[in-house]
């Protein structure tokens, strides 16, 4: 059996999460990744904004920063460019990245910067109760649409991708070793790297979407997140409500803190 | 410790404040800088990006004022001494991180170009009137240090005196000028780096797993540095000495009395008044940064005519030097508060004050310094 206990605050137990919210899940996933590639306690960082996601920080025994929300990755850049040898994490929200973070996250797939960034997408604005998010399905009830929401949601892979992530990819909490070796593969990656991963939010989400067990929706996550290759070759029509998931872009471009290392080193030369 | 030769250009110059400041930040030893262009602001972040990759410095323009804030505190947490700067649109946006660096205790420095406000006011003309928003614009109860310089000189100086007390007090220091010293040019003499003394980080000479983010009824405890085996936790939430979140009352008051007693004990070190002619004054006239420069034409005419007018520059304006004050206003008749705004630290002088004696406010809504006319007239209402 893996320890996991040997990476967790025990002390801060209970955790504030609910039962049947896949946040736990997450961080199991993250540990075990961390166990894997070996990285010894000390060269992982952990920044976090603010939410139920973001309260991960204070249960991993590693160095754990948590800030204000939507800042975690502008707090992340200096830490960072101060210690270029340290694995970055970013923990986050759909919120607190893509809504009030949302241009920190941009610009940081823009440069390019080496942090790793899970997002918790659960849909929604789990730890003030259940607001409308910009991931928040179009139709889907929040506390801030008692109607349907009638916005279309963001693709927060889309988003990285276009703005510039040399590595982005989604999963899921159903598929929790899948997750795993996502987050091992994105931390592995030089460069600024995403993970969205699903994860389920029973109780601000759930309840008011006809999901209200934790099971009905990790059964909603294992019928509808369909990996990348067979996505592929799936008719438009199969595809019609599915989730694709795994690696959707891993690419090699030039990383900001080595860019500037560069710029430094060329001014030394010069003198 | 001495400042690093490197980062010295030890002679005569001529520089505007903001140059000024960005060489006063690299003498102090600034390592990591994150702002956003803001007028007139925005020459201290230029000189730093040409000025830093010289001296292994990092300089990142990054997409806003809330990251330029987030950034120097992850930077400095990473080890660095790191500073943002900005004028009055960005000091709004990063009041919410100024206080989550004031929260967590990290040392760091902002400046603030003061231009003409309130919203975009005026870009390219003097202010002073973000004083009490450096004092109170981050929401809950904290205490702020922030100096005021009057002269690219002195801004060069208080920079440094700015990194030295935010490392001391292990929290941001503002450093509050205006348009005006930022973009006049004067003579800045740099001294040698010997003749420089920096306050360095203290860290905790405690092992890992010994060591917490605060100590146990300490009032400012060491730091930890970040990844290197301390596998601390720390946040905005409140906290207890261990940096972990505990949410009642109780803690609440541990720590937010700490975080004021930090400066509320210290208020004596961190004063720094330049008297002149107060012994026999019966009006003084109190202002600081520019305006501490703009008042003595009227003070020496005042004088001319045989009026006892004394001054005070407050090189510190918060905190507010309460015990100086309070003397004052039993021994004169009036004290004057000169300005770039209608009465921001006035307020605090005349609390101060306490009817004790007569108070004035000598201000204006900013866009250029006062006209010494104008203070002169206050002097002779004074006396009256
Ligand atoms: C500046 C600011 N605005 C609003 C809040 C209130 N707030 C706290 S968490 C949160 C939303 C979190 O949602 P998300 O990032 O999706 O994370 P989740 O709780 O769903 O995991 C909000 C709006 C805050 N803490 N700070
Ligand atoms: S509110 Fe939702 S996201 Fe927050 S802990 Fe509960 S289930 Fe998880």
């Known amino acids: ?271 | 410790m001495k400042a690093d030769p490197q980062n010295v250009l030890t002679g005569a110059h001529y520089l505007d404040g903001n140059y000024a400041i960005a060489e006063g930040a690299i003498a102090a030893g600034c390592k990591f800088f994150a702002g956003y262009p803001i007028t007139p602001s925005t020459e201290i972040a230029e000189r730093v990006s040409r000025r830093f990759p010289l001296i292994g410095g990092i300089f990142v323009q990054m997409e806003d004022e809330l990251a330029s804030m987030a950034a120097i505190l992850g930077a400095s947490w990473g080890g660095k001494k790191s500073m943002s700067c900005t004028s009055g649109p960005g000091f709004s946006l990063m009041m919410e991180n100024f206080g989550l660096g004031i929260m967590l205790e990290t040392p760091c420095v902002l400046v603030n170009v003061q231009r003409g406000g309130p919203s975009t006011g005026l870009p390219t003309l003097p202010g002073q009137a973000d004083m009490m928003q450096a004092r109170w614009g981050s929401h809950g109860d904290y205490e702020v240090i922030a100096l005021a310089p009057d002269s690219p000189q002195e801004g060069f100086e208080l920079t440094i005196h700015a990194f030295n007390l935010s490392e001391k007090y292990r929290m941001p220091v503002l450093l509050m000028t205006d348009e005006c010293v930022g973009h006049m040019t004067e003579k800045v003499i740099i001294p040698p780096p010997e003749e420089i003394e920096l306050i360095e980080r203290r860290y905790t000479d405690k092992k890992p797993g010994e060591a917490w983010p605060y100590q146990e009824n300490e009032l400012i405890s060491p730091m930890l540095p970040v990844g290197e085996g301390y596998k601390f936790h720390i946040t905005g939430l409140t906290h207890d000495y261990r940096g972990y979140p505990v949410i009642n009352a109780e803690a609440q008051a541990e720590n937010v009395d700490r975080l004021m007693a930090k400066v509320k004990e210290n208020v004596d070190d961190l004063t720094w008044l330049e008297e002149k002619d107060v012994e026999d004054a019966e009006v003084v006239v109190v202002s600081y940064g520019i305006s501490s420069r703009v008042v003595q034409p009227a003070i020496a005419k005042a004088r001319e005519e045989g009026i006892k007018v004394g001054q005070i520059k407050m090189v510190t304006v918060w905190p507010f030097p309460e015990k100086r004050i309070r003397e004052l206003a039993g021994k004169v008749k009036a004290l004057i508060m000169v300005e770039m705004n209608y009465g921001q630290v006035y307020l605090e002088m005349d609390r101060c004050a306490a009817g004790r004696c007569e108070t004035y406010i000598c201000g204006h809504a900013g866009g250029t310094v006062h006209d010494p006319g104008s203070v002169y007239s206050t002097i002779k209402d004074a006396v009256k």
């Open chain 1, 1 to 271: 059996m893996f320890d996991y206990l040997t990476y967790v605050r025990e002390g801060n137990f209970p955790h504030i999460w609910c039962s049947g919210c896949g946040h736990g899940i997450v961080l199991k996933s993250f540990i075990r990744a961390i166990d894997k590639l070996g990285i010894h306690r000390d060269e992982a960082v952990m920044v976090s904004g603010i939410g139920c996601s973001s309260r991960t920080a204070g249960y991993v025994d590693i160095n754990t920063l948590h800030t204000t929300h939507g800042r975690a990755i502008a707090f992340a850049t200096g830490v960072k460019f101060a210690n270029p040898k340290l694995h970055v994490i970013v923990v986050t929200g759909d919120g607190d990245a893509t809504a009030i973070g949302g241009n920190h996250y941009i610009h940081a797939a823009r440069r390019n910067i080496d942090l790793t960034v899970l997002i918790y997408n659960n849909y929604i604005y789990g730890m003030t109760g259940g607001q409308v998010s910009p991931t928040t399905p179009r139709g889907a009830r929040a506390s801030t649409s008692p109607f349907g929401n009638i916005e279309p949601p963001f693709n927060i892979s889309g988003l990285a991708s276009a703005a510039g992530a040399s590595f982005v990819a989604r999963g899921d909490v159903y598929h929790a070793q899948k997750l795993e070796k996502l987050i091992t593969q994105a931390i592995q990656k030089k460069g600024f790297s995403v993970v969205e991963v699903l994860s389920p939010c029973p109780t601000a989400y759930g309840r008011r979407n006809r999901m209200a067990s934790p099971v009905t929706l990790m059964e909603w996550l294992r019928d509808n997140c369909i990996p990348v290759k067979k996505y592929e070759k799936m008719s438009e029509e199969e595809r019609s409500g599915k989730i694709r998931t795994g690696v959707l872009i891993d690419i090699e471009k030039p990383e900001f803190t080595e860019e500037y290392r560069k710029l430094v080193d060329s001014m030394q030369v010069r003198g």
